[in-house]
Every structure is written in structure tokens, then in C-alpha cells.
């Protein structure tokens, strides 16, 4: 039973760019968070998503979006970027409902 | 940002010894609260959790102790290993909020042999 999968591993953009990050959730959720987490700090949440629309979000500007599809995986999208948008981006699934999150292994982006 | 904290505070313990790891949360109305490890390249991982109607939880080799009056939580990692050396992250969430999990500062555990 695989867990939670995210693509790609590393990503290196320019300021101004835009840049889509891939998660599938572990089998069974149907819930998929992103959370971002600069370096030496704890991850802070993004938005949530289930039933392909977004629940909740955190504190992070319009230029962070996202999408869920009918297989439950999604994608952050993040337009604009700028340098403090380097960051290891986390996806987390969970069955809906349930406090307990699983992670990913995070995309490591670098904005240059 | 709601976790905040540029250098995270190091607990150095040698093999064997009992590690605590301490955790101030931010929120009064939290029920719910998670400890997470991170090793170097990983995602974080589920360790423990537990509810506010409780004040201890125990796990293999880990306990959880939740005292709410000061809004505190420490987990215990009994007979610490090499292996248990990562970035320990305490989070809280609400009860109407499930999706949301807010993560402490988050403490670097090194383990010595």
C-alpha cells in the first residue's frame, strides 16, 4: 500500500514563474492539505481540499491555488513566485473527518 | 506566521537515556494534539496523539503528557536510540477543524552513542 506521493522531488524556478506541484493521496483518503515549511520552522498550512473543492485555507495570498481531481490526488499551484516562496512544500492525506494526517516526503522548491 | 522561530532549540541525550521534549501550544480551544518526527529529507511522521479530555497517553516506548492549565505538552521518549535522532514538531488542531494543524517550533533531538 503506497502513502503519500509527491512529484516532483526538487524543482528550481526563477522569480516570476509559475510552478505546479503534484501530490497523490494515500489509498483510501479522500482529503488531501498542502502545508509549506521554510527552513528551520514548522510546516504551516496552505488549504485543504475534499470533494474537488477547496475547504479551508490558511494565511497565504491568492497567488497559491489548487486543485483536486475525481481520483482524490491534486496539485498546488503557486504563480508569481518569489524568493521567499523557496520552501519545502508538504502534502498530507487523511480520510475525511480524521484529526490524523499522513505526509508526503515534501517537493523541495528553490526560487532563484 | 502562526509557527514562528528561525533556530530550533537541540536536545543532545546519550543512548539509553530517557529524552523530553517539551511544547507550549497556542490555542486554548484546541482538543487535539499531534507529535510528529521529521528526519533530514522526510516528510513528517505520526508518533502520537491525543484528546483534551486526556492528560497522558502512552505509545510504544513514547508517552504524551497534556497539561491544559498552561497550555503545555512534553512527549517522553523512553530508552532513547540513535535511531530516534530527527526534528520532533508538536501540532494542535480543533475539533471543527480537522484539516487545519497548527505545528509548534519544533525541537532537534541528537542522540549520542
Known amino acids: 500500500d503506497a502513502g503519500v506521493t509527491q512529484s516532483p522531488t526538487h524543482l528550481i524556478k526563477t522569480r516570476g514563474q509559475q510552478v505546479t506541484l503534484r501530490c497523490s493521496p494515500k489509498?483510501?483518503?479522500?482529503?488531501v492539505s498542502w502545508y509549506q515549511q521554510a527552513l528551520g520552522q514548522g510546516p504551516q498550512f496552505i488549504f485543504q481540499?475534499?470533494?474537488?473543492?477547496?475547504?479551508q485555507r490558511g494565511n497565504f495570498p491568492d497567488r497559491f491555488s489548487g486543485h483536486q481531481f475525481p481520483n482524490y490526488s491534486s496539485e498546488l499551484n503557486v504563480n508569481a513566485l518569489l524568493l521567499g516562496d523557496s520552501a519545502l512544500y508538504l502534502c498530507?492525506?487523511?480520510?475525511?473527518?480524521?484529526?490524523?494526517?499522513?505526509f508526503g516526503p515534501g517537493t523541495r522548491l528553490t526560487v532563484t | 506566521g502562526e509557527s514562528v522561530g528561525l533556530h530550533l532549540p537541540t536536545l543532545s541525550v546519550q543512548e539509553g537515556d530517557n529524552s523530553i521534549i517539551n511544547c507550549a501550544y497556542s490555542?486554548?480551544?484546541?482538543?487535539?494534539f499531534i507529535w510528529y518526527k521529521q528526519e533530514s529529507g522526510k516528510g513528517p511522521q505520526f508518533i502520537i496523539d491525543?484528546?483534551?479530555?486526556?492528560d497522558k497517553r502512552q505509545g510504544q516506548r513514547v508517552t504524551v503528557l497534556l497539561n491544559k492549565t498552561v497550555k503545555h505538552l512534553s512527549l517522553q521518549i523512553a530508552a532513547t536510540q540513535p535511531g530516534d535522532s530527527a526534528v520532533y514538531f508538536c501540532?494542535?488542531?480543533?475539533?471543527?477543524?480537522?484539516?487545519?494543524?497548527?505545528f509548534g517550533q519544533g525541537t532537534t533531538l541528537q542522540v549520542k552513542p
Open positions: 498530507a492525506s487523511s480520510p475525511q473527518g480524521s484529526y490524523e494526517q499522513y
Open positions: 489509498s483510501g483518503h479522500d482529503t
Open positions: 481540499y475534499y470533494e474537488e473543492e477547496e475547504r
Open positions: 490555542n486554548s480551544a484546541s482538543d487535539y
Open positions: 491525543i484528546r483534551s479530555n486526556m
Open positions: 501540532a494542535e488542531t480543533l475539533h471543527s477543524n480537522t484539516g487545519k494543524l497548527i
